[in-house]
């Protein structure tokens, strides 16, 4: 009697920019033989999943890895509505380059996770607009307006299912494997990365003094640092929702695995990378990297690699 091969599932977790070390993980994985079958995506998880899902996880690493301070505020639309950002300029851009189909017309199965605003309800996207499914499921609130869909306002799905474990297995998958990008939040480094604006070049000085203006007064790099040495100082509105959102992404995150845990838990180590650090993509991808290779006798226990 021939064994059916295992399916093997990808539970990508939520963790916004730190997301772009989903890309690492893939290219890792890929480089030891390991294609998942399934992939499942909440936050920033489905943008990544979905592109690699369609096969443009390629194009979507080119694009990241270029990514500037700058490029990532040319794309922040801001609304008063919902939340700061619209979103409609950075998905547009996705839509004309790397997100072009339903979810139906995809070689794999990929399924992404959102919250209903209204009803506090986990929804699966799994068919429909694929770009859609990845917008809604990254609507971080308070930061990007939520989507209406079916009726239904939905908002992040890191609100209710920071790593979709449990969706990957619905999905059909035998061995899931998990990323969890919010494992090492709270252990910020001693040291960490400044994030510079003083190597941003344009013609125009006043988009550059605004620029910095936004940086060092709304979105401090090392947020985690400036609330321990600066303990009488009110953090600024960025900074309480940037803990707050990793304190809470954090909690759920564990809860949820224990009850539902993965077979095989990839956590890169991304303490010292923010919220908005988009513009950091190289740094996450070599971690991503680093993260399987630290687990590869976990990937030759469920007899993935040699």
Not at 7 to 19: N, V
Not at 176 to 183: Q, T
Not at 274 to 295: C, K, P, S, T
């Amino acid at each position: 009697m021939r064994h059916r091969k295992p399916k093997i599932g990808l539970a990508l977790g939520s963790g916004s920019a730190r997301g772009w070390s989903h890309i690492g993980v893939i290219n890792a994985l890929n480089e030891r033989g390991i294609e998942p079958d399934i992939i499942s995506g909440t936050s920033i998880g489905s943008l990544v999943g979905a592109a690699y899902a369609d096969n443009k996880l390629n194009e979507l690493e080119a694009w990241v890895r270029e990514l500037q301070w700058h490029d990532v505020i040319s794309y922040f639309d801001i609304s008063l509505e919902g939340g700061f950002i619209t979103g409609k300029k950075l998905f547009k851009f996705l839509h004309a380059h790397f997100y072009d189909k339903n979810i139906e017309e995809l070689e794999k199965p990929f399924g992404s996770v959102a919250t209903d605003m209204n009803t506090g309800l986990e929804v699966w996207l799994r068919e429909g607009s694929l770009l859609t499914a990845a917008r809604a499921s990254a609507s971080m609130p308070g930061l990007f307006t939520p989507v209406k869909h079916d009726e239904r306002w939905l908002v992040d799905g890191g609100l209710v299912n920071p790593i979709p474990v449990s969706l990957c297995r619905a999905m059909g998958a035998d061995i899931v494997i998990a990323v969890d990008l919010n494992a090492t939040l709270m252990w910020k480094e001693t040291t960490l990365h400044k994030t510079s604006t003083d190597n941003i070049h344009n013609d125009d000085p006043s988009l550059i003094h605004k620029l910095k203006q936004f940086k060092e007064k709304y979105w401090p790099s090392d947020v985690g640092k400036t609330l321990m040495e600066n303990r009488d100082e009110v953090p600024s509105i960025m900074e309480v929702l940037s803990m707050s959102l990793n304190i809470m992404q954090l909690r759920i995150s564990r809860s949820r695995m224990a009850g539902d845990p993965p077979d095989i838990l990839i956590t890169p180590k991304l303490s010292n990378i923010d919220m908005l650090d988009f513009h950091r993509a190289n740094e996450m991808i070599e971690e991503g990297g680093n993260a399987v290779r630290r687990i590869e006798n976990q990937l030759r226990f469920h007899h993935l690699i040699p």
